[in-house]
């Protein structure tokens, strides 16, 4: 079994499959989940080499970059530590920059959900870990932007240029 039970894989999985069946035009991609609730129209921030997302806390963990360079194969400390504290949602970024990363970010997530050191440790957040780290691969830049979106109950100011709320405790 590729995915190992883990069915937030569907995530990386379906994109790369949308990716590899259409031909977009569209030269900027916005990812939204569907706990997402719009304030307002997300302004493109990034760049055709930037891409920009939204802060997690989180993924901001020493111990699981730690346990990244001495458990998955290919990985060291330096390039673990580069991994951006963000998710692939909300995710602004270039169709080209996107089809870079986009088979590694799957990859990466099978092989973390496979990895019985780092499993553990991940659990729900395994696949952002695995955009993280394909984003790196990849040469990809994500720049955290820690307004596009709040998340409460612990975070209740809507900042004027706040575009998303991120239900998922509600």
Known sequence: NTTGGF???NRPWATKEWLEQTDTSAPYILLLEPDHLLV???????????????????MTGDPVRKAIAEHMPGWNLEDSMKIPATGPSPLLIHRDEFKKMANDWFQLSVELQHNPKIQPMLGWVLEMWGFGMACVRAGVHVEVDPILKIEPPGQTELHEDTSI???TYG
Not at 40 to 55: L, Q
């Open 165 to 167: 709320i991120h239900y």
């Open 40 to 58: 307002r129209a997300p302004p493109c921030t990034a760049t055709e080499k930037t891409a920009v997302g939204a802060e997690f806390m989180y």
């Open 7 to 9: 069915i937030v894989i």
